[in-house]
């Protein structure tokens, strides 16, 4: 009997590190999918200075598929919207969730 509950102490120690592992690689995993998407974000603002004031802007955390030159690929979508003296101006970007490239950029007209 206490080989038995030996090996069942073993067997749940072994399932408890094996859960926490998981939950923390599926946390840092998320974590760096946040910084990414952050950085773009940045990136895409740093880019749009000279267009005025930046007084919004945001990207979707959740990619959708995008279709490009026959080629099919999940990106991340986001704008930015800018205020001058003469008004603002909405900006649309796609960019490749997975290099982080912006491959969409256009202006929205009022």
Do not use: C
């Not at 959740?62 to 490009?68: D, I, Y």
């Not at 990106?75 to 003296?85: F, K, P």
């Amino acid at each position: 009997m206490k080989k038995h509950s030996s090996v069942v102490k073993y067997l749940l120690t072994g399932f408890g590190l094996a859960l926490a592992t998981t939950i923390s690689a599926r946390q840092y995993k998320n974590q760096q999918k946040a910084i990414k998407l952050n950085q773009i974000l940045e990136d895409v603002k740093a880019g749009l200075k000279h267009e005025g004031q930046i007084v919004g802007a945001w990207i979707e955390e959740s990619p959708h598929l995008f279709s490009q030159n026959k080629r099919t690929f999940p990106v991340y979508q986001g704008g930015v919207i800018t205020e001058q003296s003469n008004g603002t101006n909405q900006f649309h970007f796609k960019v490749d969730a997975k290099t982080g490239v912006v491959i969409e950029f256009s202006q929205l007209q009022p």
